[in-house]
């Protein structure tokens, strides 16, 4: 079993040394994970820096001691790999972002395509998204992540649109006469962005935006997968497909 992760607002040194793990991460290291003397953890800001520790000891129920070695940078994986995720219904927007972060998505953008019937509108948005983002960051941690994927805003097509055109691979999944994605040429660098639709698909005025843009339609296979589902098999399958996998 590899080390827990835990998230810290910023490492205090990069020589390493004691370090107190407190707060709402120490509680759940002491009081949850029951963390001992000895066992191995690893500190991160989930922003790609990280410290291998070594617990030296408990205080109450909230403060973890530990020795850390020096601080260290994982670098930003390539091609990176965005995957603009069109709102699905009730919770699946959660379980969308939690699988596509354990499997290894660099950045999610939040997507209201218009046969959508989920809408981010005012608090209720910026409360979906809070959530998302929460997702996202205790999927990095389960997962042994020290570079969390980004959640950004919630975005237009006209945003989407943008994000693709500047894409050194676009991609939209959309099952009718679209060439398999298995079969496409990937670049060995750079950025692919991927577009999951809606569960009632992506709107012929939105392909168009999207094929000026310079992305093609693609499928998966030949069943029909839910968009809480998708993103994670085609991000899967990008993955093996660019070697970052291998």
Not at 140 to 157: C, H, I, L, N
Not at 212 to 235: C, D, I, N, Q
Request: proline residues 6%.
């Amino acid at each position: 079993m590899t080390a827990p992760v835990f998230v810290v607002e910023h490492f205090e040194a990069d020589r390493g040394g004691p370090y107190v793990l407190d707060g709402p991460e120490g509680r759940h290291a002491v009081s949850v994970k029951r963390l001992r003397a000895g066992e191995d953890v690893v500190l991160t800001d989930g922003a790609g820096r990280w410290a291998h520790c070594v617990v030296l000891d408990t205080e109450g129920k909230d403060r973890l001691v530990v020795r850390m070695d020096p601080v260290t940078e994982e670098p930003e994986e390539s091609p990176r790999i965005t995957v603009v995720q069109a709102l699905p219904k009730g919770d699946r927007g959660e379980l969308a972002v939690e699988t596509m972060t354990e499997t290894g998505v660099d950045a999610i953008v939040p997507w209201a395509a218009a046969r959508c019937i989920t809408q981010w509108k005012g608090e209720r948005g910026l409360k979906a998204l809070a959530k998302w983002r929460a997702t996202a960051r205790e999927a990095g941690k389960q997962s042994r992540r020290v570079r969390f994927p980004e959640v950004a805003d919630a975005a237009s097509t006209k945003q989407v649109a943008a994000l693709l055109a500047g894409a050194d691979f676009g991609a939209v999944l959309h099952e009718e006469g679209s060439a398999p994605l298995a079969t496409a040429e990937l670049p060995v660098s750079g950025h692919i962005v991927l577009v999951v639709g809606p569960e009632g698909g992506v709107s012929p005025d939105e392909l168009a935006a999207f094929a000026e843009a310079g992305a093609k339609p693609y499928r998966l296979g030949r069943s029909v997968l839910r968009t809480s589902t998708a993103g994670t098999a085609a991000t899967a399958l990008l993955l093996g497909r660019t070697g970052r996998w291998s």
